[in-house]
């Protein structure tokens, strides 16, 4: 559930808005009895993969200073970034889109941002309309969880940055868009590309810092009403990954390896449609 308080509409000041979103899962998914190595139901992951909770991953506010420039601040629901027409809606998590998480997000992304940071930073609209053109730039924290306040991981060293822009196109007189964002993140990871003897204890190395920088589009070449949001289109991904060296085995199909790092790609590509075809109103494919 997203509840959005819009202060302008409220009768206080114009140009303010507070976001709250809550969600739950209750049940038990099909995830863990899948063997894949990508999630199945993507919509099952949250608020916490494996747990039947409630949380809150979103409670901002933004205030825009002029019709093209605003301040955001609070927690905030990263799954939102790498929006994209097909695979991957402002808050698409698998129900209005694709189920599996291979074709709904770009899973390198996962690696570098929390679900549920706290953030602040500035949003922008270089022609005063979101659905024109939109840059994002934030500053959060690299450790959050959705069902906590996320202040105990405020605390220097655990800072990322990650930036984002998103822009309208019109070729062939049809709507698309493009995509290219980046997080550099100073996140601890545990590397699991070390040598772990009992004689000597058992200490097992952290590894911290990674960066990903990644790019997608989406293109109607059939679009029955300009802007509906009906129509069938194409779509592609691509992700590449910077990070402290893995186990061969689990980099073996991934990567190239050079000095110390290895670099991880990700890309995905798919011919989907929204629900235009007059047989078939409701569906999407």
Not at 51 to 69: D, E, W
């Amino acid at each position: 559930m997203i509840v959005t308080v819009d202060t302008g509409k409220l009768g206080l000041w114009n140009g303010g808005y507070l976001t709250v979103e809550v969600e739950g899962n209750w049940g038990r998914g099909v995830n863990a009895s899948t063997g894949s190595l990508m999630p199945v139901n993507t919509n099952q992951l949250f608020p916490i993969p494996g747990n039947t909770t409630a949380g809150i991953p979103a409670f901002n506010y933004v205030q825009f200073l002029t019709p093209k420039l605003g301040v955001v601040i609070g927690k905030l629901d990263a799954f939102g970034a790498d929006q994209n027409e097909f695979a991957h809606g402002v808050h698409g998590k698998g129900d209005t889109e694709f189920m599996n998480a291979a074709l709904n997000v770009n899973p390198l992304t996962l690696f570098a941002s929390p679900y549920s940071p706290l953030v602040a930073g500035l949003t922008i609209l270089p022609t005063g309309n979101p659905q024109d053109a939109t840059v994002s730039v934030l500053a959060f924290t690299s450790t959050a969880t959705a069902d906590s306040a996320g202040f105990n991981y405020v605390r220097s060293g655990d800072v990322s940055v990650f930036a984002e822009g998103r822009v309208r196109t019109n070729f062939f007189g049809l709507t698309g868009h493009q995509l290219i964002g980046g997080v550099v993140s100073d996140k601890q990871f545990t590397s699991i590309d070390q040598k772990i003897t009992l004689d000597q204890g058992i200490t097992v190395a952290k590894k911290t810092g990674t960066w990903v920088v990644y790019y997608n589009f989406d293109q109607y070449f059939y679009e029955p009403v300009k802007g509906s949001g009906n129509g069938v289109g194409v779509f592609a991904r691509r992700c590449f990954r910077r990070q402290p060296k893995l186990s061969p085995v689990l980099c073996q199909h991934w990567r190239r390896r050079k000095g110390r790092f290895c670099r991880t790609y990700f890309a995905a590509f798919c011919c989907p449609r929204s629900p235009s075809v007059r047989w078939r109103d409701s569906s999407t494919w």
